[in-house]
């Protein structure tokens, strides 16, 4: 979901004053270099999203976050109270009082990116947000701070204060399943939660994905666990409008040129599948259709989980019996040495629950992205993703996603060695059931 529109409400005062203050609160020791691994849960079909689940408050909660490279904050379903929300895995998360960013609050400037408009007739009022994704859905709430006990990779388990979006009003898009109590904007803005963090001086301004196709993975912020080799990088682009985006692209199909090039892309967690543009999409459907000419395929168009299915002469059972049909395509970077991102039928291809294959790459121009090409969940799966915003460049290597991998890693940060068993401990060692909902307003 690329957060497309997003505005705040009133405006903001005393921006100087605030940054005293801000750099006043964070002097925490430095432990930049240290990281944070996280069990993911979730699939692309038939969940339609990877999530993971993370603490929230004191006494902790554990709610899902659905993971969203595509926008930047980070939000909860909240009981404001809600006046519309949706249904959620868990009780819906009670801000305490007291905890709401004011809009004289350097976070509530920093969320907006309007440092030069820091006049405000209402500081005192909390700090509004609204935000739209591509898909129709939205959050509408009030920025909050609360306690993310996180488990680092040193071995301490840390409660930095964090602020992020109380959403007391929200849309969803029909279209899409929801399973999680919010999103985990994880994009590269100021007011994101990884900003904060290393701001904080807890981790390097890293992040990465693994999105298993077998379902589940991890995620981690800070760079400890990027391999040493192995990992194709390229060049984020400055390009602002899109999130994370490699640049100018061209597709590939089965190894050669499509002659489709200069294709604005996003890599964005938030979407199951992948989007095209309508002359890509046409593009891709035409070659997959012509590729498949002779095979014993053929169109499923009373199969409507997806837009393009195909019927074998008996159902499929996995992907594994399907793919042989199709071929790899390649995502091209032509900005960098056209370093190459390969996408292999497993990373376009869904088994639907009647059996048939289906393409998982669909088309944008139809739900109203124009140019936009979003390379979403399907295309990442079984490779280990990076977005290291210090260095500004994405990088992937393909790999099972079961655990992260320390092998090679020069250890010469002085930290203990991290240990896989670990990932994700922060919700195992506190149950959201054990605490009474009382507790909070202490
Ligand atoms: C921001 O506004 C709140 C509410 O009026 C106030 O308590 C707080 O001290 C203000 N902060 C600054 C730095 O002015
Ligand atoms: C993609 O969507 C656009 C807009 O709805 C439509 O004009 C175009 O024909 C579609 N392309 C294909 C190949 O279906």
Redesign the pocket.
Known sequence: MAGLVMEKKGKVV?FV??IA?FQGCSSAPRRIGSSAVFRVHGNVYPKGSYYVSLDVGQPPRQYYFDIDTGSDLTWLQCDYPCISCTETAHPLYEPPKKNEV?Q?DTLCIAAFNTPEDHESET??EPCGYEVSYTDQGSSRGVLVRDVFPIRFTDGSLLRPILAFGCGFEQRVSDATPRCTDGVLGLSKAKSSILSQLHDQGLTKNVIAHCFSRRGGGYMFFGDYFVPSSGVIWTRMSRNSFVQYSPGPTELIFGGQPSGVRGLVVAFDTGSSYTYFNSEAYQAFISWVKKDLVGKPLMEAPDDKTLTVCFRGTKPFESIHDAKKYFNPIALSFTNDRRTQMEIPPEAYLIISKHGNVCLGILNGTQVGLEKLNLIGDISFQDKLVIYDNEKQKIGWIPTDCRSPSIVDHDDNEGFSRPYAARMGVVTESYPATSTSREDKFE
Do not use: C, G, K, V
């Open positions: 005393f004053l605030l203050m004011f004289n500081p005192d």
